[in-house]
C-alpha cells in the first residue's frame, strides 16, 4: 500500500522549509514533525481556545477594532486562522501576519497582509506601528534567550505607545495522574535538550515587565479538559495533547528507556488516567500595555 497523500501538499512543504531555516539551529533545533497532522492541530487548537475564552482575544480593543482603523500583527501566523477570522470579524480594521516563510493560504480577506520575514532578525516595521501585537503557542519554538533578549524587545519596538500585547501558550497540567507525572519529566528533558525552557511559562510575566516602556502583566488561566469526561472539547484536547506528545516521541523513547511497543502501551494507559483525574491543560494569557510616555 503506498504513503497516504496530504492534505496539504504546498503548505506543508512551506512549513517545512521555515521550520529548517529558522528554528534548526544549534541553539532551537525543530522539535515536532511538520505534517498534515500538525497543520490539523494547529487548526483544532485555535477553535478550541476560541472556544474555552469566549473569544480570540481579550485585550480591551474590541469597539476600535470595529470602529476601525486599529493595525494588528500576528507574530509567526502560520496558516492564519486567527488572522482570518479576526479580519472577516472586523472588517474595517488592518491584519498583519509574519512568517519566514508565507504559509498562509493564497486567498484571504483585504484587510490582511502577509510580511515574509525571519523574526529572529530585527521585524521589518517602523518603530510604533501596531496598536496591538499578538503571539500564540510560540513558547517552545524559540530560546528562553531569543525570547528575552529579541523577540519581546521587536514586540515593544513596534508597539504603538498605548498598544497591547497579547501572549497565549501553554503553562503545564492540572489533576496528574503519575503516567503524566512521569511523561512530562521526559518532555522536560527534550525541552531543555533542544535548547528550550520548561519553566519559561512562570517567568514571562517578568520578561515582559523588564522592558521600561511595558506596564504590570495582567496573568490568566484558561484549561482546557483532556479526556473524554470533558466532553466533544476534551475529546479535541486530548488529541491535540496526543499529537503533541507524539512529536517528541523519540526523545520520550529515549529518557523514559521504552520500546515503541511499551510507550503505545503507556500512551493507552495515558488515556484512561486522563479520564479518571479529570486532567486539564493549562493556557496562560499574558497581557501589558506600552506606556504612553
Known sequence: MGSKQSKYPKLIKKINKASNDIRQNDECPQLVKQDDQYVDRMQLFHHVMRCVSN?????????????GGVVVLDVCCGTGTWLSEMASDFPNSNFVGIEKDP????????????????????????????????????????????WKNHLIKE???????????????????????????????????????AGRCPSLASKFSGIIES?????????????VPIGSWGGKIGDLGLHINMHMM???????????????????????????????????WKINRYISQKNNN
Open 103 to 146: 504559509i498562509y493560504p493564497e486567498h484571504k480577506p483585504k484587510n490582511v497582509k502577509i510580511v515574509q520575514a525571519d523574526v529572529l532578525e530585527k521585524f521589518p516595521f517602523k518603530d510604533d506601528t501596531f496598536d496591538f501585537v499578538y503571539s500564540r503557542l510560540n513558547f517552545f519554538s524559540f530560546s528562553e534567550s531569543q
Open 155 to 193: 514586540f515593544v519596538r513596534v508597539l504603538k505607545p498605548g498598544g497591547y500585547l497579547e501572549c497565549l501558550d501553554h503553562s503545564g497540567s492540572d489533576n496528574k495522574g503519575a503516567i503524566l507525572e512521569k511523561l512530562n519529566v521526559a518532555i522536560e528533558k527534550v525541552l531543555i535538550q
Open 211 to 223: 522592558e521600561p516602556q511595558m506596564g504590570k502583566v495582567t496573568l490568566t488561566e484558561v484549561t
Open 55 to 67: 473569544g480570540n482575544f481579550k485585550v480591551p480593543l474590541d469597539e476600535q477594532l470595529k470602529e
Open 246 to 280: 507524539s512529536g517528541l516521541k523519540k526523545g520520550i523513547m529515549h529518557y523514559l528507556k521504552l520500546s515503541e511497543k511499551s510507550l503505545e502501551k503507556l500512551w493507552a494507559d495515558y488515556k484512561t488516567e486522563v479520564n479518571t483525574h479529570h486532567t486539564r
